[in-house]
């Protein structure tokens, strides 16, 4: 079993910067690629970012390319989202997600686990 417990979100002017926090519980983190995901109301959600078990392996989602950057610390359990140059339309839920198969981290469907969330919100 794996808890996440996202942390970070807020309020932040367009053009500015925040830092999502995932804290895992459970020692088998490091076995596990993360992901990022978002939703808004009516939506499905959407794929953000994922990084591989070693963090060897990242890919992102074509709508925050250049802007956020996802890394992990496993010796914390944590994975982070940095987000930089927000946008209005990055305003979301955001969830963190973890999975044994790095390839399947985008889609939000069958993932082993997910956090409860964290809302950003980017006023314009």
């Known amino acids: 079993q794996v808890q996440l417990v996202e942390s970070g979100g807020g309020l932040v002017q367009a053009g500015g910067s925040l830092r999502l926090s995932c804290a895992a519980s459970?020692?088998?983190?490091?076995?596990?690629?993360m992901g990022w995901f978002r939703q808004v109301p009516g939506k499905v959600r959407e794929f953000v970012a994922r990084?591989?078990?070693?963090?060897?392996?990242?890919g992102y989602g074509d709508g925050v390319k250049g802007r956020f950057t996802i890394s992990r610390d496993n010796a914390k359990n944590t994975v982070y989202l940095q987000m930089n140059n927000l946008k209005f339309e990055d305003t979301a839920v955001y969830y963190c997600?973890?999975?044994?198969?790095?390839?399947?981290?985008?889609?939000?469907?069958?993932?082993?686990?997910w956090g409860q969330g964290t809302q950003v919100t980017v006023s314009s």
């Open positions: 997600a973890a999975d044994r198969d790095f390839a399947a981290m985008v889609n939000a469907r069958n993932l082993d686990y």
């Open positions: 459970g020692r088998t983190f490091a076995s596990y690629a």
């Open positions: 990084i591989g078990a070693s963090g060897t392996v990242i």
